[in-house]
């Protein structure tokens, strides 16, 4: 567990979350690390480990200019995080940073530490800081009025996702709420409103009135936070195929927990089983399309989002899509192919390194015509190959 705390005065422990999770003992034993009279140690990171948890602080120094403050020129406050011995510091000393030159503003504006009427306005924000960071990685605190707001975010790198190269024809899937990122990042906030899980990059780009660079450099953003993946858009003509992933997934109650959550339709029934969806994942065992698996499993009934079956298997490997590159030979003489192919060429889509998705987002066409026009088009050969 971790506990912010806050001394401000004398040395004294004014503020902790929990209560008395560190005893006056153990903090006299302390105190010193807290609240350091050294100067060159003010503003520097202070880690002890002891007591089987590791604290976290940075003593920081507050001048007062204008006037003898609570009878001193100057005032010494820490806050304090606690965490299990061993935890990496990079993160908690981001917040530490933040949340001190928000403390020393407040101060020296408001006097907001030292007044004794801001007491427990200070020990509600303390409560919101601690719950909001370990409950949801993030929080967002009013702390005099809706202009003065503390916004804090928790972010491991250890557990950062390097982002692949975003395509145009990407869907970005969402899974984590985005609402209050969504108020930090301006990018993020126009595109908000148009992420549903469906909407390729590039339409995400022109609904938003974005530019598109900017738009896959923010979903970039979002994968790195583990906010969000992408998938190749997923229609019921689709091909999948199950890989040996499924295989680990037995061993793993919580990952089927973490599965049936994710595809469960409707939460007013019963969740499905997981022997309902291992079999429904296993009937893309020789490759098989969406829309088989909707029309002969009816994994509706199982209350199955079909979908979301797709997203999680795609997201976890266990699940590998079959796209088809279309490759012109010969050349594009107008005896050997059709008008509406020769515009393919003019588009230069016909390379093999354009998969039928990415051709109906570049041309704005749907799927059922690129097929009309390549799928039986003789002098072009259309290769298949699963998602690497």
């Not at 510091?89 to 503003?105: A, G, M, Q, V």
């Not at 009934?301 to 010969?330: D, M, Q, S, T």
């Amino acid at each position: 567990s971790s506990g912010i705390n806050a001394e401000y005065g004398g040395i004294k422990l004014s503020y902790q979350v929990p209560d008395s999770f560190i005893d006056d003992t153990t903090f006299k034993i302390l105190e010193n690390y807290f609240v350091t009279k050294s100067k060159q140690l003010h503003g520097k990171l202070i880690v002890t480990q002891t007591f089987n948890f590791q604290t976290i602080g940075i003593p920081t120094e507050i001048p007062h200019s204008n006037a003898v403050q609570n009878g001193r020129k100057v005032s010494i406050f820490n806050i304090v995080i606690v965490t299990k011995i061993g935890a990496n510091t990079d993160p908690y000393e981001k917040i530490l940073k933040k949340l001190i030159s928000y403390f020393t503003i407040f101060e020296q504006e408001k006097q907001f530490l030292s007044s004794e009427g801001k007491n427990s306005r200070i020990r509600g924000i303390i409560n919101s800081i601690f719950y909001g960071i370990n409950d949801r990685g993030y929080c967002c605190v009013n702390v005099i009025d809706e202009l003065n707001v503390i916004k804090l975010s928790y972010v491991n790198k250890d557990h950062c996702v390097n982002p692949p190269q975003i395509k145009d024809s990407d869907v970005p899937i969402i899974i984590s709420n985005l609402e209050e990122s969504a108020a930090w990042d301006l990018t993020l906030r126009e595109l908000y409103p148009f992420l549903d899980n469906q909407k390729p990059v590039r339409l995400l780009a022109d609904l938003s009135l974005l530019d598109l660079v900017l738009v896959k450099k923010c979903i970039q953003s979002l994968i790195y936070y583990n906010l969000a993946f992408v998938v190749s858009p997923i229609r019921y003509s689709n091909t999948y195929y199950v890989t040996s992933a499924i295989q680990s997934i037995m061993q793993d109650s919580a990952l089927q927990e973490e599965c049936i959550d994710y595809v469960k339709m409707d939460e007013r029934y019963p969740s499905p089983s997981w022997e309902v969806i291992f079999n429904l994942y296993e009937t893309f065992q020789s490759g098989i399309k969406l829309k088989q698996v909707f029309l002969y499993e009816k994994p509706f009934l199982r209350n199955v989002n079909e979908r979301r079956l797709v997203e999680f298997g795609l997201l976890k490997g266990i699940l590998k899509r079959l796209h088809r590159y279309p490759v012109a030979r010969g050349t594009t003489d107008e005896d050997d192919f059709s008008p509406e192919v020769i515009d393919y060429f003019q588009h230069q889509v016909l390379d093999g390194q354009h998969s039928y998705d990415d051709i109906c987002v570049k041309l704005g066409c749907k799927l059922e015509k690129v097929e009309n026009d390549l799928d039986f088009c003789k002098n072009i050969t259309i290769i298949q190959k699963l998602d690497v």
